[in-house]
């Protein structure tokens, strides 16, 4: 049996063109300037249309999407997004995380993330009390579990930092020890790097240590995290194998400042004897046909012991 899947992450899809002064205060201000002066020459809306057809080709059990699909975080920003998550796929195929910017300061829950509430929900739930409850999110599809991890919390200016929080670490083992013992491929996945000293300071997770160690322990076939804009491959060795842990860039960068140009990954899966073996397809912009393309695959074969019994 093969499965495929694929990670987009930090699309920042939404237009601030009719945003309102009143709409501008606190943290949003700073968010604001950025978008006017940097941000919307960066994130194209030709990318992301490019991204869509570019994923239509392809049959997957499930889109994963990493969070920031906003910029400040406002109501018709979450609408905005709403209904570019509705081009992409029914809620049961679009899996979703926030990332910190969509939660830039505390706003009504009704107004923001209840938009995205079928996409953020687990398997057979339907939770109507905040993102606090939503997570861990569980799916599961054929032999692979998506465990999802919300990392967005509203920080002070100038700070991109995400927590996890207690209640999600608490309830996290559990969640990875079950689909272990139901013999899945356990993918996790979060806005922000899981790996402590990985990430800048301001831009950390701050449980990141907490994270770590929880999946040294319980282990996880596959990491995946956005929020630098950056393509990234690390290893975690844990008790259980080792488990990649892999950040794509931005899915609508023209690469500018700085920043790689629009990426994402697409996932094979297929167990082998006492092993997984994992072919990752990069698939990057291309800015001279418009049109996404090759940019690498590699395949992994990852051990793991369960899988002998
Ligand atoms: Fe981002
Ligand atoms: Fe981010």
Redesign the pocket.
């Known amino acids: 049996m093969r499965q495929y899947f694929a990670q987009v992450s ?1 699309p920042h899809l939404s237009s601030l063109a009719a945003v309102r002064a009143r709409d501008l205060l606190n943290k949003r201000a700073l968010g604001y300037l950025s978008w006017r002066r940097k941000r919307r020459f960066e994130h194209r809306p030709e990318v992301l249309a490019a991204l869509a057809r570019d994923l239509a080709d392809r049959e997957l059990e499930q889109l994963l999407v990493t ?2 699909l906003t910029h400040i975080g406002l109501p018709d920003e979450f609408e905005q997004a709403r209904q570019w998550l509705h081009a992409l796929g029914d809620p049961a195929a679009v899996a979703l995380v926030p ?3 969509d939660a830039c300061v505390a706003a009504p829950w009704q107004d923001t993330f209840a938009l995205w509430q079928d996409y953020m929900a687990s398997d057979g739930a339907r939770s109507t009390s905040g993102v606090a409850a939503d997570f861990p999110s569980l799916r599961v599809r054929g032999e692979i579990a998506f465990i999802g991890l919300s990392t ?1 919390c509203p920080t002070p200016p100038l700070m ?1 930092t ?1 927590t996890l929080g207690e209640q999600q670490l608490s309830r996290l083992p559990a969640l990875l020890r079950d689909a272990s013992e139901r013999g899945l491929f356990r993918v996790v996945y979060l ?2 790097c899981p790996l402590v000293g990985k990430e800048k300071w301001r ?1 950390r997770l701050t449980d990141a240590a907490q994270i770590q160690a929880l999946l040294e322990e319980y282990g996880a076939e596959l990491v995946l995290h ?4 950056r393509a990234h491959f690390n290893e975690l060795q844990t008790r259980h194998g080792t488990v990649p842990v892999i950040a794509v860039p931005s899915a609508s960068a023209l690469g500018l400042h700085g920043a790689d140009v629009a990426q994402y990954n697409r996932y094979e899966v297929a167990r082998r004897e006492g092993s997984w073996e994992l072919r990752i397809d990069a698939r990057r912009y291309q800015p001279e046909t418009g049109d996404f393309g090759e940019a690498g695959s590699r395949t992994l074969l990852l051990h793991r012991n369960q899988l002998n019994s």
């Open positions: 930090d969070g920031d990332g910190n910017h967005g991109a995400g806005h922000h831009k956005g929020h630098g804009h």
